[in-house]
């Protein structure tokens, strides 16, 4: 949904309005918020009160009970209450001073750094007694801590302890402070909010009332009101989703086939030219496809399967199966790189076959001649398979017979899209690939309204990738060993979790380190970064350099993309391994191991603490993506929520399909029950809900974006 906000202005009826808060005004409705303000706040999709309401917390700021000295962990944010010993200590140079204490209890001393501070030496008086709290790192086999905050005299930290601060995302020029400060203003003034569950649900769930639920999420009083304001509100995010996809369904299942295929022997021929055997798996699920374009009802089918299994080649199969029985097929990324790189092993594949269909390119970023070119050479029939970003489904663009649409890792399509691609003919067969590991049982709420195949196997030609789990001590060598790749004529790729230096936190970032990297390698290796702060045609010519082979070492935030497939690279390293979830690690990993070639992956952890080692090492010791995410979850637990990131799938605001998966299935029963007492969503019970639903509708134009 991020990027497809389409505010809606709903006015909502008087008589429905009552004491409760009119919820489209504006933000600079509420005291103290001018234009200026508003304008900050717009620009992070908030404009009215509702929207402001839920825009939640990314963390929050958790101050827990101080712990004793011998019990710090390395790698976790703690605090420690004791008195400090001897004298302050000043070191550093003139630029860079260096103030050192140490601070003891019963159980020993700690030491505590901080740069650039000189005048702590007055503030931090010998004898007495203090808290610190930071995040405890390592050096040298000693624990310490680096600017921690200070509390002085301790019960400062005793007020603040065990409150949760909300941290929100941010933007330049809004800072937290005023996020917080808003909020308190919108959720103090004493109109209330409405209800949209209905009684029956909310109480058969025991799930918070509305106003309870968005106070304890902004300003939780103690974890238990956290979790069951946060339990509401996934549910509420929830049932939403499942009545709108209900409500599309409807729409979309029993329609006939309008465009009856039959099989052709050219396609079998082609299948046996491959130069690999198609895994039984991929021709299990080819024969579901084709099953699906020759049958009786129109195909909406999800193919799910692991990074590398060769989803590709089902994408052509199908799309060449469709080009041969006289129709068009479309093929859509998410992105302009994929597009050209898929379009690029369409034309691979038309070459060197015989069969005669013709491709076509068609993305947003083409001139306006070539893109009116192409829409003729697509209005006419003249080109039966079109590759492409979104521009495919944009309305200039006027198909011929369009009978497929397959799109590739990302988007899902609404109703909406399949509905104005048919134009006047009928609906078009919709093909749905996917690299998500969801379980069936969830995956079948979530495409509630697609037939899903799985690819459950991968090519046995391909050599296992070679994992390792390391510590920062580690990276001369691994350094020296992606120049051995590199020299072997091997690529390779670095990620970092941050683009550029932060003080807030200890991480690796791209500038900095594609840098060194560079020293590092000589004057014979091209290293390169690359990161979502970079203009997208920059991104797209650096994604290709690589894919030609010009560039030897990408340096990259998580930007790179999913699905793209370069099978000369062999090395992915990645950076603060701790940062990241299993499940994106797990994609990361999925950018190598695609060729010929033995693959590596070093995970290189800027911590030792035990749990960082326990999780990472499920990914040295599998990969299977399905067996990772399950891990994941079961070690993680459903109630850590915080530090670590959520999987981000299908772009929920609050819930997570995989952390939060028995919520899901709790609402989609309640959905159930719903329709089944009143499908329209008629009548006073529901009238609100319905209401959010419509209006949910509405915005989420992509709603159905993975
Ligand atoms: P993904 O499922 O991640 O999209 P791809 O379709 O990109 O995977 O396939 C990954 C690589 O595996 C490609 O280079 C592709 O040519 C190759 N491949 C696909 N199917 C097979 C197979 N049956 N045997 C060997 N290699 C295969
Ligand atoms: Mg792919």
């Not at 033995?598 to 090492?617: A, D, H, N, P, V």
């Not at 915080?642 to 299908?650: A, D, E, P, V």
């Amino acid at each position: 949904m991020a990027g497809t906000f389409v505010p809606c202005y709903r006015k909502l009826g008087q008589e429905k309005k009552g004491n409760c808060m009119e919820e489209q005004a504006k933000l600079t409705e509420l005291k103290g918020v001018g234009k200026k303000t508003a304008e900050l706040f717009a620009r992070v999709g908030v404009e009215t009160l509702e929207d402001l309401v839920h825009y939640y917390p990314r963390s929050y700021e958790v101050y827990e009970a101080p712990v004793p000295v011998a019990g710090l962990e390395e790698g976790k944010v703690q605090a420690v209450t004791g008195v400090v010993a001897g004298n302050v200590k000043m070191g550093g140079s003139p630029r860079l001073s260096v103030t050192t204490a140490w601070l003891k209890d019963e159980t020993g001393t700690l030491k505590t750094v901080w740069f650039r501070m000189p005048f702590l030496r007055n503030t931090l008086r010998p004898g007495s007694r203090i808290t610190v709290r930071g995040r405890v790192a390592e050096r040298k086999g000693e624990l310490l801590m680096e600017h921690p905050e200070i509390f002085q005299p301790s019960e400062q930290y005793a007020e603040k302890m065990d409150t949760m601060q909300p941290l929100y995302p941010l933007t330049a020029g809004l800072g937290n402070k005023t996020v917080m400060k808003v909020m308190r203003q919108a959720l103090e003034s004493r109109q209330l909010w409405q209800e949209i569950l209905p009684e029956s649900i909310r109480r058969k769930y025991g799930l918070a009332e509305i106003n309870f639920a968005l106070r304890q999420i902004h300003f939780p009083k103690n974890r238990e009101d956290f979790f069951r304001a946060r339990e509401r509100l996934v549910f509420e995010e929830f049932l939403t989703f499942v009545l709108a996809l209900r409500k599309t369904k409807e729409h979309t299942v029993r329609e006939k086939n309008g465009y009856p295929m039959e099989n052709k022997k050219e396609l079998d021929a082609f299948t046996e030219s491959l130069p690999y055997e198609l895994t039984g798996a991929q021709k299990r699920v080819w024969e579901e496809i084709r099953g699906d374009l020759t049958g009786s009802l129109v195909m909406s089918r999800l193919v799910q399967g692991d990074v590398g299994s060769g989803k590709t080649i089902l994408a052509v199969l199908a799309l060449f199966l469709t080009g041969l029985n006289g129709y068009q097929g479309a093929l859509m990324a998410p992105t302009e790189v994929l597009a050209r790189q898929h379009y690029a092993s369409v034309c691979r594949f038309l070459e060197e076959s015989s069969l005669p269909l013709r491709a076509e390119l068609l993305t947003g970023s083409m001139k306006a001649k070539e893109k009116r070119e192409t829409y003729e050479r697509i209005a006419s029939g003249e080109v039966q398979i079109i590759v492409g970003t979104h521009a495919l489904i944009q309305e200039k663009a006027v198909y011929h017979s369009l009978a497929l649409v397959v799109t590739d890792e990302q988007h899902r399509f609404g109703v909406k899209q399949r509905e104005a691609l048919a134009g006047k003919g009928s609906m078009p067969h919709v093909l749905v690939m996917s690299a998500t590991p969801i379980p069936r049982t969830l995956a079948i709420i979530l495409y509630g309204d697609l037939d899903i195949s799985v690819v459950d196997e991968l090519p046995a030609s391909r050599l296992p990738i070679k994992n390792c789990v390391v510590d920062t001590g580690y990276r001369k060598t691994a350094c020296r060993f992606m120049k051995q790749q590199v020299k072997a004529g091997r690529q390779c790729y670095v990620i970092c979790p941050m683009v550029e230096e932060s003080e807030a936190l200890e991480a690796e970032n791209v500038t900095d380190y594609a840098w060194m990297l560079a020293e590092e390698m000589g004057p014979d290796i091209c290293v390169r970064e690359l990161h979502g702060r970079m203009k997208q045609e920059q991104k797209d010519e650096i994604m290709e350099a690589f894919g030609r082979g010009e560039i030897q070492i990408l340096v990259s935030t998580t930007v790179i993309e999913v699905g793209i497939d370069v099978p000369n690279a062999t090395v992915m390293m990645v950076e603060n391994a701790e940062r990241f979830g299993l499940a994106q690690l797990h994609q990361l990993r999925g950018r190598v191991g695609r060729g010929q070639y033995q693959s590596y992956c070093i995970f290189m952890s800027g911590s030792r603490s035990k749990e960082t080692k326990k999780r990472l090492e499920i990914l040295n010791s599998s990969n299977d993506g399905f067996y990772i995410a399950s891990e994941d979850l079961k070690l993680r637990g459903p109630g850590d929520l915080f530090g670590i990131r959520q999987s981000g799938l299908m772009n929920f605001k609050i819930g997570d399909v995989f952390q939060d998966a028995g919520i899901l299935q709790k609402a989609a029963a309640a959905a159930g029950e719903i329709l089944e007492d009143s499908p329209e969503l008629a009548g006073k019970n529901y009238q609100k809900l319905e209401t959010h639903v419509e209006r949910y509708l509405s915005r989420s134009v992509d709603f159905l974006t993975l």
